[in-house]
């Protein structure tokens, strides 16, 4: 054998009670288990890692990751690796690089830099799915990449490469063009679709434009991914309208961070529940993830209204430099609660500037809105107004309107798993990027009791490479892949705060992808044992 741990706590990743045993890895696989009362003589190996005293897991599955050029740029990503991250799902929000032709990517790029930087550092060689997982698979020199990564075909970026920027319904051509764009993407290896129904364009297709490429999607047993409509005035309804849809198309779905927030929705997570459980009871397919905070992340140009970003970047600049249209944005978004905001009038001192792509305004960073414009003596919306237009729309915020009551009740659910949602730009990112798996592990199980810690190791492995349909990750068996971490129950816990979110965390001391060390006696290697995950479809009649 390569590798056997020797007496530890295995929790497998089914919610069973765990067990002590030997566990010995070969070739990339588990390749035998030994519990204590086997008898027989015990698995030896080339190395021998003690495990007394430590947990051994499936690597976590990170359901919601923000990571598409990070994967690229940062051959470490410590980010992920130090948390135990073995694969991450990225494509997210309906927004990402691929498909696109050269329009498309320059548009893309421009939208999101706020999530990923602008991609000046990156060799944007790819235009389809198959080709943006092949450069993941080639990653750094050949070597590949520091973690997995599953790909979902991001809605948004479909519409804009069929349609481009209009708000109006599809063509008939159009919508062809759209389910042709999904279905080989499919075929290219990728797990899903996403939506961002709060980020344009994605936001601009009806229900039915929706569920006519959920329908695709359920031909390929992928599932369908949607950060819907509204997470605050309108959220039960924006859920409802994702069950139903999907119901429809007879596609699965998997709620994107599954949160219930501003003050219109606190105590509100048993309506959520009880809506998704009786979805549940009747047959759908359905999951969720959750990150274990309070506050939101995204970006400032994101609480626009949706009319303001028709034409892309360059026509929501262009609105924002004339006076009469600012004023009109400014009216939505302040008294009314503009669609980009959820359709709650937005609290300028909830909105902290999180990071900018310009270095020269870093001044804004860690501050709300408020407290800048109060620096300035000039009302907050003007001090919005400045920073959107000289950051040309690339500051990120974190979005303080969540309640812990409802991110406690929803992270019991029976189908909720982990997602990070965690943006990596920026000076003072939140701490989700660095810290929602072990701040599960350490907060949530050991010392509040909210989950057992091994109903908590379900949640972030084998129920997320269920919803995947990934055969061989996410549980402790003989046969599966030996993506696994190895982590003390007694010390583990998030390093990231508010204050100082790069901090790594602490009580993983290993973390092994394909039976390789990523993480080794807490330091990161040079191991780079990451590809892409691929789905093989088998595509229903």
């Given amino acids: 054998m390569d590798t056997v741990v020797r007496d530890v706590r295995v929790i497998d990743g089914t919610g069973a009670p765990s067990y002590r045993a030997d566990v010995a890895l070969d070739g990339g696989r588990i390749a035998a288990i030994h519990r204590e009362p086997d008898g027989g003589a015990r698995p030896t190996a080339r190395r021998t890692v003690d495990g007394s005293g430590l947990a051994l897991a499936p690597g976590f599955i990170d359901m919601h990751a923000h990571s598409d ?51 000046s550092d990156i060799d944007f060689s790819w235009r389809s799915v198959g080709e943006y997982l092949d450069r993941l698979d080639h990653g750094f020199d050949g070597n590949g990449i520091a973690v997995n990564a599953a790909y979902l075909i991001p809605q948004g970026t479909v519409r804009m490469l069929a349609l481009g920027w209009d708000d109006r319904p599809a063509t008939d051509a159009e919508l062809a063009h759209m389910r042709r764009l999904v279905a080989e993407g499919l075929e290219e290896g990728a797990v899903g ?50 069950v139903g849809l999907t119901r429809e198309a007879g596609c699965a779905l998997h709620l994107a961070h599954a949160t219930m927030n501003f003050g219109v929705n606190k ?10 459980d009786k979805a549940l009871d009747s047959g759908a397919d359905i999951s969720l993830d959750t990150y274990p905070y309070t506050p939101g992340c995204t970006t400032l140009v994101a609480m626009l209204p949706s009319w303001a970003s028709e034409g892309g970047p360059e026509g929501i600049l262009a609105r924002l430099r004339d006076d009469a249209e600012a004023a009109r944005i400014r009216e939505v978004v302040e008294v009314e609660g503009a669609d980009g905001c959820h359709g709650v009038p937005i609290e300028w001192d909830a909105i902290e500037i999180s990071g900018v792509a310009h270095p020269e305004l870093d001044a804004y960073v860690g501050k709300t809105v408020a407290q800048s414009a109060a620096e300035r003596g000039e009302e907050p919306w003007v001090t919005a107004r400045r920073l959107l237009i000289e950051d040309r729309l690339g500051s990120t915020i974190l979005q303080h309107v969540g309640h812990e009551e409802n991110v406690r009740q929803i992270m019991r ?79 583990v816990a998030a390093g990231s705060t508010f204050e100082e979110p790069r901090t790594l965390p602490v009580g993983i001391p290993h973390v092994l992808i394909d039976g390789r060390f990523v993480i080794e006696d807490g330091r990161r290697t040079d191991v780079l044992a990451g590809r892409s995950v691929r789905r093989t479809p088998a595509t229903r009649d």
Avoid at 213 to 232: D, I, K, N, T, W
Wanted: proline content about 5%; aromatic content about 8%.
């Fill in 413 to 491: 659910h029976r189908v909720h798993t982990g997602g990070s949602d965690g943006i990596l730009q920026g000076a003072k990112p939140h701490p989700r990027a660095y810290g929602t798996f072990p701040q599960y592990l350490g907060r949530y199980v050991r010392e509040l009791g909210i989950l057992s810690l091994e109903e908590c190791v379900a949640h972030l492995t084998g129920r997320a490479a269920a919803r995947l349909r990934l055969p061989d990750r996410g549980l402790v068996r003989e046969g599966y892949r030996a993506d696994l971490v190895l982590f003390d129950p007694e010390s």
């Fill in 69 to 119: 050029l990070a994967l690229l740029r940062d051959p470490s990503h410590e980010a992920k690796a130090a948390q135990g991250v073995t694969l991450e799902v990225i494509g997210q929000d309906g927004l990402s690089y691929a498909p696109v032709d050269d329009r498309t990517l320059a548009e893309v790029r421009a939208q999101i830099a706020g999530w990923n930087g602008d991609g």
């Fill in 193 to 242: 679709l996403s939506s961002g129904l709060t980020y344009t364009p994605g936001m601009y297709a009806s229900d039915a434009e929706l569920t006519e490429l959920c329908r695709v999607v359920a031909r390929y047993e992928g599932y369908y991914c949607p950060h819907h409509r509204s997470y605050g005035a309108g959220a039960l309804q924006a859920y409802e309208e994702m």
């Fill in 267 to 276: 105590g509100r997570a048993p309506e959520l529940l009880t809506l998704l």
